[in-house]
């Protein structure tokens, strides 16, 4: 078989394999090798390479490569391979090994080409990547990869059973557009929304990832959501309800980054604000916002990662990851600050960086959609994801108050890996072409107008404006430890009260029914020990004369009875 007729799955899974067979330094090179080895297959590929197969009937396409999917694709090897860099130092089978299954089986989704290839790739994604929170190897990192796995599989079932009612309708399980039509393609929808984190669905995000490993952190902030993201644009573009959806999701995750304490709970939010930027733009639909939603997909893998992979070596290093008991890392680990810094940078979508041509790609496609609303809301989104990830995370972590850790720099693997991301970062903001031209769509749109530097270069300049103020007024929270009540507070506290106190009612009344029952059956059974008693009614001798004397009299009172 040649290397083009490969899935480009099939080398990840293989190379977990490996991975969990292997050691030390042949383990790194395995690992290493398979994504090469991966990414020269999947560009020797042919445009529109497609593997067609059936299955008990039904017509599948296991793999389809279009020029949607494209970009995802070189993006997920991107991912995998600075994920692999950043994490060499780590020696754990378990984590290497998941994180090379977990890649593949999101590569396994975006090139599937019907339904059921999707889903079996879609519950994959929730297995393997379950091991990347597990790996922490803490109770609550437990706790919450359980609670991560049942929602994940509850995503896949709504999936599978609008998947079912979707083929007995249409008689094909081809993926294409869907449409919000029927009951099928909404069980489809809150499926992926699920993987999306929309609003109330999303507490499995900021629960899980702030608990899973250092580098596990990074493989799980580029896989599952953007696998979701692409299912989206694939099978709802122009789906008004998104653009609402997305707008909300942009918006309401800055008030809990704002206040949360912990820096990669915040960086969990701040990966929802920038899922809602994505949403908008599929759901406005034309070809300027697919490209804009598909290009910030690819912005943010980069960046968000950039900035996970920064709080990571900070944890590695000080076991701690609050932002009340960090500052003045900036003396022990000057190097991470820096990249760190590109990567707020980004993320707030400065000039030269990539955040800034591709988020600019979503508003502009608002605007010429005439949802001003909604542009204005992404606006006060952009503020916000400045002040939360833009400054929050490195002011806190390297500068605020001295805290008085000194400790070493991130491990040199680290810092390739974060090296990799910032020139990314910097590369695509100054030569926004090289991913222009690799989207969807053809476009001409230059982010690099007067309107947008002008727009832009003021949003930042007044959000970092009122930080400043509201820090002299000692009124920016994170340097108080806090606690958030997110929408998983209903499953954690007064669903599971609500189903004690049901459970116990209902055992109460059971007990009480018991006790009345076995109450009257004892009486009875007393009254009827009564009458069996000596010179009691049953127990009596009767004589013939009277047996005989009783029946004339029953006998004709039928016989009156007969007659009337």
Same mark, same amino acid.
């Given at each position: 078989?040649?290397?083009?007729?490969?899935?480009?799955?099939?080398?990840?899974?293989?190379?977990?394999?490996? @991975?969990?067979?292997?050691?030390?330094?042949?383990?790194?090179?395995?690992?290493?090798?398979? +994504?090469?080895?991966?990414?020269?297959?999947?560009?020797? #590929?042919?445009?529109?390479?497609?593997?067609?197969?059936?299955?008990?009937?039904?017509?599948?396409?296991?793999?389809?490569?279009?020029?949607?999917?494209?970009?995802?694709?070189?993006?997920?090897?991107?991912?995998? #391979? +600075?994920?692999?860099?950043?994490?060499?130092?780590?020696?754990?089978?378990?984590?290497?090994?998941?994180?090379?299954?977990?890649?593949?089986?999101?590569?396994?989704?975006?090139?599937?080409?019907? !339904?059921?290839?999707?889903?079996?790739?879609?519950?994959? !994604?929730?297995?393997?990547?379950?091991?990347?929170?597990?790996?922490?190897?803490?109770?609550? /990192?437990?706790?919450?990869?359980?609670?991560?796995?049942? +929602?994940?599989?509850?995503?896949?079932?709504?999936?599978?059973?609008?998947? #079912?009612?979707? %083929?007995?309708?249409?008689?094909?399980?081809?993926?294409?557009?869907?449409?919000?039509?029927?009951?099928?393609?909404?069980?489809?929808?809150?499926?992926?929304?699920?993987?999306?984190?929309?609003?109330?669905?999303?507490?499995?995000?900021?629960?899980?990832?702030?608990?899973?490993?250092?580098?596990?952190?990074?493989?799980?902030?580029?896989?599952?959501?953007?696998?979701?993201? %692409?299912?989206?644009?694939?099978?709802?573009?122009?789906?008004?309800?998104?653009?609402?959806?997305?707008?909300?999701?942009?918006?309401?995750?800055?008030?809990?980054?704002?206040?949360?304490?912990?820096?990669?709970?915040?960086?969990?939010?701040?990966?929802?604000?920038?899922?809602?930027?994505?949403?908008?733009?599929?759901?406005?639909?034309?070809?300027?916002? +697919?490209?804009?939603?598909?290009?910030? /997909?690819?912005?943010?893998?980069?960046?968000?990662?950039? !900035?996970?992979?920064?709080?990571?070596?900070?944890?590695?290093?000080?076991?701690?990851?609050?932002?009340?008991?960090?500052?003045? #890392?900036?003396?022990?680990?000057? *190097?991470?600050?820096?990249?760190?810094?590109?990567?707020?940078?980004?993320?707030?979508?400065?000039?030269?960086?990539?955040?800034?041509?591709?988020?600019?790609?979503?508003?502009?496609?608002?605007?010429?959609?005439?949802?001003?609303?909604?542009?204005?809301?992404?606006?006060?989104?952009?503020?916000?994801?400045?002040?939360?990830?833009?400054? *929050?995370?490195?002011?806190?972590?390297?500068? @605020?108050?001295?805290?008085?850790?000194?400790?070493?720099?991130?491990?040199?693997?680290?810092?390739?890996?974060?090296?990799?991301?910032?020139?990314?970062?910097?590369?695509?903001?100054?030569?926004?072409?090289?991913?222009?031209?690799?989207?969807?769509? /053809?476009?001409?749109?230059?982010? %690099?107008?007067?309107?947008?530097?002008?727009?832009?270069?003021?949003?930042?300049?007044?959000?970092?404006?009122?930080?400043?103020?509201?820090?002299? *007024?000692?009124?920016?929270?994170?340097? !108080?430890?806090?606690?958030?009540?997110?929408?998983?507070?209903?499953?954690?506290?007064?669903?599971?009260?609500?189903?004690?106190?049901?459970?116990?009612?209902?055992?109460?009344?059971?007990?009480?029914?018991?006790?009345?029952?076995m109450s009257v059956l004892t009486t009875f059974e007393g009254r009827l020990a009564k009458l069996n008693q000596d010179n009691g009614l049953l127990s009596r001798g009767i004589s013939t004369s009277a047996m005989v004397a009783w029946m004339c009299v029953l006998l004709a009172a039928m016989l009156l009875l007969k007659f009337i």
């Amino acid at each position: 078989m040649l290397i083009t007729d490969l899935p480009p799955f099939l080398l990840f899974y293989l190379g977990g394999l490996l @991975a969990a067979l292997s050691r030390g330094k042949l383990r790194a090179g395995l690992m290493l090798a398979t +994504i090469a080895l991966s990414a020269l297959n999947l560009w020797m #590929l042919p445009d529109g390479f497609s593997v067609q197969a059936e299955l008990m009937g039904m017509a599948l396409e296991p793999v389809r490569l279009d020029n949607l999917n494209f970009l995802f694709g070189y993006l997920f090897h991107i991912a995998a #391979l +600075i994920g692999v860099i950043y994490s060499l130092h780590v020696k754990d089978t378990l984590q290497q090994s998941a994180s090379m299954f977990y890649a593949g089986s999101a590569l396994g989704a975006v090139f599937a080409g019907d !339904l059921l290839t999707l889903f079996v790739f879609w519950e994959m !994604l929730a297995l393997t990547s379950v091991f990347l929170v597990w790996a922490r190897r803490s109770e609550q /990192a437990y706790s919450s990869g359980m609670r991560y796995l049942v +929602i994940q599989v509850i995503s896949g079932l709504l999936l599978l059973a609008g998947i #079912l009612l979707h %083929y007995q309708k249409n008689g094909s399980l081809a993926f294409n557009f869907i449409g919000l039509e029927g009951l099928s393609a909404w069980l489809i929808f809150i499926g992926f929304g699920v993987k999306c984190a929309f609003p109330a669905l999303h507490t499995w995000l900021t629960d899980a990832y702030p608990e899973s490993t250092p580098s596990g952190t990074v493989f799980l902030s580029a896989f599952t959501t953007k696998v979701a993201i %692409y299912a989206m644009a694939r099978a709802f573009p122009g789906t008004e309800l998104l653009v609402y959806i997305g707008a909300s999701m942009a918006c309401f995750p800055i008030f809990y980054a704002v206040i949360e304490n912990d820096l990669r709970r915040v960086l969990a939010y701040s990966l929802i604000n920038q899922l809602g930027f994505m949403i908008v733009g599929i759901g406005i639909g034309t070809e300027l916002a +697919i490209n804009g939603a598909v290009a910030h /997909a690819f912005n943010d893998v980069i960046f968000k990662g950039l !900035l996970f992979m920064s709080m990571g070596a900070v944890l590695y290093r000080t076991g701690r990851i609050n932002g009340s008991e960090l500052g003045g #890392l900036y003396k022990s680990m000057p *190097k991470t600050t820096i990249l760190c810094i590109v990567g707020a940078a980004s993320i707030s979508a400065f000039p030269l960086f990539s955040g800034f041509v591709s988020k600019s790609m979503i508003m502009s496609a608002a605007l010429k959609e005439h949802f001003n609303v909604v542009w204005l809301l992404l606006l006060f989104a952009s503020a916000g994801v400045f002040h939360h990830a833009g400054i *929050k995370i490195p002011y806190f972590a390297f500068f @605020a108050h001295d805290s008085g850790i000194r400790c070493k720099e991130a491990p040199t693997n680290m810092l390739i890996a974060m090296g990799i991301a910032a020139t990314l970062c910097i590369g695509i903001g100054c030569f926004p072409e090289l991913l222009y031209r690799n989207l969807p769509f /053809a476009t001409d749109y230059s982010a %690099y107008d007067v309107t947008h530097v002008l727009t832009q270069t003021q949003l930042l300049f007044f959000s970092a404006l009122a930080f400043v103020w509201l820090n002299l *007024k000692g009124m920016y929270p994170p340097e !108080l430890p806090s606690t958030n009540l997110d929408a998983d507070w209903f499953y954690r506290r007064p669903i599971p009260r609500l189903v004690g106190g049901i459970t116990a009612a209902f055992w109460a009344v059971d007990g009480a029914m018991r006790r009345t029952v076995m109450s009257v059956l004892t009486t009875f059974e007393g009254r009827l020990a009564k009458l069996n008693q000596d010179n009691g009614l049953l127990s009596r001798g009767i004589s013939t004369s009277a047996m005989v004397a009783w029946m004339c009299v029953l006998l004709a009172a039928m016989l009156l009875l007969k007659f009337i």
